[in-house]
C-alpha cells in the first residue's frame, strides 16, 4: 500500500520528463552536430533487437535517428532553440543505454538546459566534469546505475531547479545538494544509499515541492530547517534510519499535500494539531514507534484521504472527535497492530466513504464486537479485522450476510468464528467476496454459506482451525486459492460437478489424511502448487499427477507414508519437488531432467537406492538438492557443475571413494555473490516459499523459510575417502561445511582459510592428520567448528573463534597442544570434576546445537536489514526445541535474545 506513493513519485518524474515533439524546421549547427554525434560514439550502438528493447515496450533506441547527414534538430531526443537553433534539450531515458559516460563532451552545448538519461544502465561515478553543464536547469539520471558519491562540482549547476537521481547506488552525504542549489523545486534522492544526517542546509532549497529521501540510509533527526520549505507539496523519507519525535517544523509546511515517513524509527506522540497540514491527501507513519494517542485532528482534515499509521504503539481508546459524515473523505484507514484497547468506537461509521479498514490486533478487552457498526460505510470493501481479543463469537453467516454485504476481502483470523448458525441467514447470495481469511478461529465446520459465492472466489484461508470430516467437493470450481493447512480433515469428497476446476494453489498440509492420494486431485488442472506433507497418507504417488504436469510448479508430498518409486512422468515444469520423510524406493526418475525449472529438490529420508545424480547437473537452476538419508552408494569421483547450487545435503548416504581435487570448482553460486538485486528474501514465491530440515550432529532444525543466501554443504556420515577436494576454498559463499564420519585422510587443506564467510565446519571423525591450518584462525564468522576423533597433531589455532569452542571439539586427537586449547579445556574440565557426567554432556549438547542455529542465524543482521533476524527466529519453531530438549528451555530464551 505504501510502495503506491513511491511510484507515483518516479511517475511524477518520468512525466516531467517528456518533452514536447513539436519540431520546428531549423538548422542545426554543425559544430553543436559534432559534439552530439562524438558523445553517441561513446555508447555501444543498441540495436533494435537488443533484449533491453525485445522485453520492453517502452524502450526505444533514440541515437539510431543520429545521422551525419540529417539536420540534427530532427534527431531523437534532441530540442532546438527556435530561433538559435542551438540545441536545448536532450532527452536519451529509455534507450538501452549502458556504461559508463563522461558527460565532459556536452560542454560544447553551451544553451544545453534540459538533460535525461533516465532508465538506462549507466554505470560507473558521475563525473567530476558534471560541473562544466552549468546552464542546466532540468538533469534526469535517475534508475540506471551510477554510484559513488556526489561530485562536489555539481554546485556549479546552480541554475538546476529539477535534480532527479533517485533508483541509483549513489553514495555518501548529501550537503554539497543542499548547500548549493537554491534553485531546485524537484529533487529525487530516493532508492540510493545516501547516509548521514540529512544536513541543516535542506532549509536553503526554500523553493523545493517535491522531495523524495526514501529507502537511503539516512539518521538522526528531520531538521527544524525544514520549516521554511513551506512550498512543499510531497514529502518522502520512507525507510531510512530517522529517529526523534514527530518533526514539528513539518507543522508549517501547509501545502504539504503527500507526507511518508513510515519505516523509521521515530517515537512520541503525534501533534494534537496535526490538522495544521490542512491540505493533506497521504499521510504514511507506519512502521515507527509512536505512542499514546493517535489525535483526533486526523479525522478534521477534510483532503485527508489516506492514513496509515498502523505498526506503532499507539494506545488508548480510538476517537475520532466530531467528524461528520460529509466533511471526511477519508477512503484508506490503516490503524492495524497498535495497542488500541476498548469497544471499537460507533463514530467509525461517520467514515463513510471508507474503503479500506485495518484494525487488526485492536484489543477489545473480551467484549462483544458490532459488525453493525460497519453497515453505514456502504462502499467498505477491504475490512481487516483480525485478532480482537473479544471473547464474543462472531457469526460469519450474520456477518456477510447481513452487515457486510459488499464486502469483498475479509480477515477475521484470530478471533472465535462460528460457521454454523444458519437461521440468521437470509438467503441472498454473495456477490464480492473474493477473500476470506478464518486462520485461527476455532472452526469446526466448513463454512458452507460459500456455496452461495456468486463468482469465483480468489482465496480462501482457513488453516489452524479443527475442522473435521471431509473437504466439500464443491470447493474446486469456485475457488483459486486454498489453505486448508492444521486442521483434522481426514478425506476429500469427490467433486459434485464436472465443471473446471479452478483450485491452482492447495495446501492441505498437517491434516488427518489417510489412504492413498485421491486421483481426483489429477483433475484439479489448473493445480500450480500442492502442498500434502504432514498428513498419513500412504499407497505410491499416483501416475495421473502426470496430467497435472504442464502447471504444476510445487508438489509437496513430504512427511506422509508414501511407498513405490518416484513416478517418470510427472516433470514438466517443477520449481520445488519434496518428497522427504516417506518410503520411497527405486532410483530417482531420469525423466527428471526435463524439469528444466527445478530449483529445490528433496527426497531426504527414504530408501532410494541408486548411485549419484551427475545427470542432475544439466538442471541449471537447480539450487537445493537433499539425499539425506537414503540408500544412495558409489562413488562421486566426477566433477560436478552446479552452477546454482547453494544447499547440497547427501549425508548419510553410503557414497564411497576420493573426490577429485577439482570436485568444487565449477559452484559458481557459491563462489560469488550474486550481484543480482533480488526483491524475494526466501526460496519460493508469491504463496509459496520452501522450508527443509537441515541436520547438524543427529538434531534437526527446520528453516521454515530459507534464505537465498543461505549456503551449506554436508557430506557427512558417508565412506568418502582421501584428500578433502582442495577446490573446497572456492566457495568462498560458503557458510555451513559438514564433512564429518567419513574415512577422509590427510591434511585439511588450508584453503579453507579462504572460505571467509564460513559460520560451522565439522569434519569429526575421520581419519585427518597434519594440523589445524592456521589460516582458519582469522575466519571472523566461524562459530561453531569440531575436530575432534582425527589424527591432528600441532599448534591449535589461537583466533578468538577457537578460543570460545567447547574442549569436546578437540577431543581424540594425536597431539593437538597450544594456548587456546588449553584455555578451552581448562574452562571445562573443572566443571567437569564437579557434575554428574550425563547431563554436563547434555548441556554441552545442546549448547553446540545452539551455537550452530546461532550461526544459522548470526550472519543475517549485517548482510540483511534488521528485521530479518526477528523473521528467523519467528520461524524456527520453538516445539522443535523442546522436543528434542525436554524441560530445558532456560538457554535457548538466552540465545535467541542475543
Ligand atoms: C539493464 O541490464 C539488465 C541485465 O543486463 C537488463 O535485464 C535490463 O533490461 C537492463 N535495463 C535497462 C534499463 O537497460
Ligand atoms: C570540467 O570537466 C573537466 C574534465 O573532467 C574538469 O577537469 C573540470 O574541473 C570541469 N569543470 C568544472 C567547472 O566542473
Ligand atoms: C565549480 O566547482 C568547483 C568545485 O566545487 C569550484 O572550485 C568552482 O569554484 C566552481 N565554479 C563555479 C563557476 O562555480
Ligand atoms: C544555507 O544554509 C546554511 C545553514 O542553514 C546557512 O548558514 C547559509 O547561509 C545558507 N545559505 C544560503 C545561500 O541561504
Ligand atoms: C512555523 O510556524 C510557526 C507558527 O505558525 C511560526 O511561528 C514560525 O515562524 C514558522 N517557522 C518558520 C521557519 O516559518
Ligand atoms: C499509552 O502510552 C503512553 C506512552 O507510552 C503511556 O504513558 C500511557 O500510560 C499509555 N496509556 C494507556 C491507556 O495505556
Ligand atoms: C484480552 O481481554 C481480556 C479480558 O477479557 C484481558 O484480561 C486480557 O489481558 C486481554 N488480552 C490482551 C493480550 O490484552
Ligand atoms: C495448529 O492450529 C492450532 C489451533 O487450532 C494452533 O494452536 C497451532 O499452533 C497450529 N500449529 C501450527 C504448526 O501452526
Ligand atoms: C486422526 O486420525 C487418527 C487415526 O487415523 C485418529 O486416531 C485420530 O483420532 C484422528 N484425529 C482427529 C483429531 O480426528
Same mark, same amino acid.
Given at each position: ?5 513511491l ?20 538548422l ?5 552536430? #559534432? ?15 537488443d ?27 534532441i ?31 553551451p ?5 535525461s538519461l ?42 538546476l ?21 537554491p534553485?531546485?523545486t ?63 517544523a ?23 494539531n ?57 477512503v ?24 479500506i ?41 450474520a ?20 460457521t ?43 488453516p ?40 491452482t ?19 484439479? #488442472?489448473?493445480l500450480?502448487t500442492? #502442498? ?10 499416483p501416475?495421473c ?12 508430498l ?9 513416478p ?49 547437473t ?30 547440497? #545435503?547427501i ?8 573426490l ?78 559438514n ?65 570460545t569452542q ?6 581424540d586427537?594425536?597431539?593437538?597442544f ?27 549438547h ?28 519467528i ?7 523442546v ?10 530464551a ?5
Amino acid at each position: 500500500m505504501s510502495r503506491l506513493m513511491l511510484i507515483t513519485l518516479s511517475f511524477l518524474f518520468s512525466h516531467i520528463s517528456n518533452f514536447g515533439d513539436t519540431h520546428a524546421k531549423q538548422l542545426c549547427r554543425p559544430k553543436q552536430r #559534432d559534439v552530439l554525434l562524438e558523445f553517441k560514439d561513446e555508447f555501444e550502438t543498441p540495436n533494435s533487437h537488443d533484449s533491453c528493447f525485445v522485453n520492453n515496450l517502452n524502450r526505444h533506441p533514440r541515437m539510431k535517428s543520429w545521422m551525419y547527414n540529417k539536420d540534427c534538430c530532427d534527431w531523437d531526443g534532441i530540442k532546438c532553440d527556435l530561433k538559435s537553433g542551438e540545441v536545448i534539450e536532450l532527452d536519451l531515458s529509455f534507450s538501452c543505454l549502458h556504461g559508463h559516460t563522461s558527460l565532459f563532451k556536452l560542454k560544447n552545448l553551451p544553451s544545453l538546459n534540459s538533460l535525461s538519461l533516465s532508465h538506462n544502465n549507466l554505470s560507473g561515478e558521475v563525473l567530476f566534469s558534471i560541473g562544466n553543464l552549468s546552464h542546466l536547469t532540468f538533469l534526469d539520471l535517475s534508475n540506471n546505475l551510477f554510484s559513488g558519491g556526489i561530485p562536489l562540482s555539481i554546485g556549479n549547476l546552480s541554475h538546476l531547479a529539477s535534480l532527479d537521481l533517485s533508483d541509483n547506488y549513489f553514495s555518501g552525504e548529501i550537503s554539497s545538494l543542499t548547500e548549493n542549489l537554491p534553485h531546485l523545486t524537484t529533487l529525487g534522492l530516493s532508492n540510493n544509499h545516501f547516509g548521514g544526517k540529512i544536513p541543516f542546509s535542506v532549509g536553503n532549497l526554500s523553493l523545493l515541492t517535491i522531495l523524495g529521501l526514501s529507502n537511503n540510509n539516512f539518521d538522526g533527526e528531520i531538521p527544524s530547517s525544514f520549516a521554511s520549505l513551506n512550498r512543499l507539496n510531497t514529502l518522502m523519507f520512507r525507510d531510512n534510519n530517522l529517529s526523534g519525535k514527530f518533526p514539528t517544523a513539518l507543522l508549517n509546511l501547509t501545502k504539504l499535500s503527500i507526507l511518508g515517513i513510515s519505516y523509521n524509527h521515530f517515537t512520541g506522540t503525534l501533534p494534537a494539531n496535526i490538522n495544521s497540514l490542512s491540505n493533506l491527501l497521504y499521510f504514511d507513519a507506519s512502521v515507527n514507534s509512536f505512542s499514546g494517542t493517535l489525535p483526533a485532528a486526523f479525522f478534521a482534515i477534510s483532503s485527508l484521504r489516506y492514513l496509515d499509521m498502523s505498526n506503532n504503539q499507539l494506545n488508548g481508546t480510538l476517537e475520532f472527535g466530531n467528524v461528520s459524515s460529509s466533511s471526511n473523505n477519508l477512503v484508506s484507514l490503516f490503524l492495524g497492530n497498535n495497542n488500541f484497547r476498548g469497544p471499537i468506537p460507533v463514530s467509525i461509521s461517520k467514515l463513510a466513504n471508507l474503503v479500506i479498514l485495518n484494525i487488526s490486533n485492536y484489543n477489545v478487552q473480551g467484549g462483544p464486537v458490532d459488525f453493525s457498526i460497519f453497515s453505514p460505510i456502504k462502499g467498505l470493501t477491504q475490512l481487516y479485522i483480525s485478532h480482537l481479543n473479544t471473547t464474543t463469537t462472531i457469526d460469519l453467516n450474520a456477518v456477510l450476510s447481513l452487515h457486510l454485504k459488499s464486502i469483498s476481502i475479509l480477515d477475521l483470523s484470530g478471533n472465535h468464528v462460528s460457521t454454523t448458525n444458519k437461521s440468521s441467514v437470509a438467503n441472498q447470495p454473495l456477490q464480492r467476496l473474493s477473500s476470506l481469511s478464518l486462520s485461527d478461529c476455532g472452526i469446526t465446520e466448513f463454512p458452507d454459506i460459500l456455496t452461495r459465492l456468486e463468482n469465483r472466489m480468489t482465496e480462501l484461508h482457513i488453516p489452524n482451525n479443527k475442522i473435521k470430516g471431509q473437504v466439500p467437493g464443491w470447493l474446486w470450481t469456485l475457488i483459486r486459492y486454498v489453505n486448508l493447512s492444521n486442521n483434522t480433515f481426514n478425506g476429500f469428497e469427490t467433486p459434485t460437478t464436472k465443471s473446471p476446476s479452478s483450485v491452482t494453489y492447495l495446501f492441505a498440509s498437517d491434516n488427518n489424511f489417510t489412504g492413498e492420494i485421491p486421483s481426483f486431485i489429477c483433475t484439479l #488442472d489448473s493445480l500450480d502448487t500442492l #502442498d500434502l506433507s504432514n498428513n498419513n497418507f500412504n499407497g505410491p504417488i499416483p501416475r495421473c499427477i502426470g496430467n497435472l504436469k504442464s502447471n504444476l510448479s510445487r508438489l509437496i508430498l513430504r512427511q506422509n507414508r508414501l511407498s513405490g518409486s518416484l513416478p517418470e512422468n510427472i516433470y514438466g515444469n517443477l520449481i520445488s519437488l519434496d518428497v522427504g520423510n516417506n518410503q520411497l524406493v527405486g532410483k530417482l526418475p531420469r525423466s527428471l531432467i526435463h524439469s528444466s525449472t527445478l530449483e529445490v529438490l528433496n527426497v531426504e529420508s527414504n530408501m532410494i537406492n541408486d548411485s549419484f545424480p551427475f545427470w542432475l547437473t544439466s538442471l541449471q537452476n537447480l539450487q537445493i538438492l537433499v539425499l539425506r538419508s537414503n540408500a544412495f552408494h558409489g562413488s562421486i569421483q566426477q566433477q560436478t557443475r552446479f552452477a546454482k547450487l547453494r544447499i547440497m #545435503d547427501i549425508s548419510r548416504n553410503n557414497f564411497s571413494g576420493t573426490l577429485p581435487s577439482v570436485f568444487f570448482s565449477s559452484w559458481t553460486a557459491m563462489s560469488t555473490l550474486d550481484e543480482e538485486q533480488d526483491e524475494e528474501m526466501y526460496m519460493g514465491s508469491g504463496y509459496y516459499h520452501d522450508s527443509m530440515v537441515l541436520m547438524n550432529k543427529g538434531v534437526a532444525m527446520e528453516l521454515v523459510r530459507i534464505l537465498k543466501i543461505y549456503t551449506a554443504v554436508d557430506f557427512s556420515g558417508n565412506k568418502l575417502e582421501g584428500e578433502i577436494p582442495n577446490s573446497i576454498g572456492l566457495l568462498k559463499e560458503l557458510r555451513v561445511l559438514n564433512l564429518s564420519s567419513n574415512a577422509f585422510s590427510r591434511r585439511i587443506p588450508p584453503s579453507l582459510g579462504d572460505l571467509k564467510a564460513l559460520e560451522s565446519l565439522d569434519v569429526s571423525r575421520n581419519k585427518l592428520s597434519g594440523g589445524i591450518p592456521q589460516e582458519l584462525g582469522s575466519l571472523s564468522y566461524l562459530s561453531h567448528m569440531n575436530f575432534s576423533h582425527n589424527h591432528l597433531a600441532g599448534l591449535v589455532p589461537g583466533g578468538t573463534q577457537f578460543r570460545t569452542q567447547g574442549c569436546s571439539s578437540f577431543d581424540d586427537n594425536d597431539g593437538l597442544f597450544g594456548p587456546a586449547l588449553d584455555e578451552v579445556c581448562r574452562r571445562t574440565n573443572p566443571e567437569r570434576d564437579e557434575t554428574p557426567l550425563e547431563p554436563e554432556r547434555e548441556g554441552e549438547h545442546e549448547e553446540e546445537v545452539l551455537s550452530w542455529v546461532a550461526a544459522g542465524v548470526g550472519f543475517v543482521p549485517g548482510i540483511i536489514f534488521g528485521f530479518t533476524i526477528g523473521c528467523m527466529l519467528i520461524s524456527y519453531r520453538p516445539e522443535w526445541f523442546v522436543n528434542i530438549f525436554g524441560p530445558s528451555r532456560r538457554r535457548r530464551a538466552s540465545t535467541t535474545a542475543r
